[in-house]
């Protein structure tokens, strides 16, 4: 076997399992970054987290305090640990990636969407052909805001004004059916921890004052 050739499966193996691990300890730390901003803002009672397919991420449950009762949702990262499917994933821009829903029992006003123009095919809203809609700029990136019958959208105004940086924002929305606030985010670094708390705060504008 010509020795060149053996060379450089060897190389490739090593450099496969050097990949691996530095790519598990990368993930390991980014997960560990954003899960710390997120139960710093969202100061759960309780915690749970399942992981999904080693180094790919978890599914997460918090247990919350009024006006939310629980937060359910996901972190899912790029396969930093693979050298076959990292290129793929960034050619096809799969990164690392937030979901979060926050779930109430309180009325809520409208439905509306706040949307990064480039997701709106994406993000399948339900009869998005009988919504208002208008676009807005922030920081070079284009977004619309999309509602259902009373207008109450300057609360989707106020939390693109309040974000330090909107290009982590995909989607950020408030469904009174199901009295849930979600929003979807790509985190940079796992740096999510000024992002975070202008959501939270911003899905509280969402919610009505309890009635007394």
Request: with cysteine; hydrophobic share 40%.
């Amino acid at each position: 076997m010509n020795p060149l050739f053996v060379g450089g499966i060897a190389a490739l193996g090593i450099a496969a399992t050097v990949q691996y691990f530095l790519g598990v300890k990368k993930n390991r730390w980014i997960a560990a970054r954003i899960s710390s901003a997120a139960e710093k803002t969202f100061a759960p009672k309780e915690t749970n987290y399942v992981n999904i397919g080693g180094a790919i991420g978890h599914n997460f449950t918090y247990s919350l305090k009024d006006p939310w009762t629980e937060a359910k949702g996901a972190i899912t990262l790029s396969p930093r640990q693979s050298m076959l499917y990292l290129p793929l994933s960034r050619l096809i821009g799969f990164g690392d990636r937030f979901f979060a829903n926050l779930y109430t029992k309180r009325k809520m006003l409208g439905e509306m969407h706040l949307v990064e123009a480039g997701h709106l095919k994406r993000a399948k809203i339900d009869g998005i052909e009988g919504m208002e809609r208008r676009s807005v700029e922030k920081g070079g990136k284009r977004f619309l805001i999309l509602w259902k019958g009373k207008d109450d959208t300057r609360v989707l105004d106020d939390t693109l004004a309040a974000l330090p940086d909107p290009s982590v924002l995909r989607h950020f929305c408030c469904f009174p059916d199901n009295r849930t606030v979600f929003f979807y985010l790509i985190p940079r670094k796992g740096d999510l921890g000024e992002v975070l708390p202008v959501l939270e705060r911003q899905a509280r504008a969402c919610v009505r004052e309890k009635e007394s």
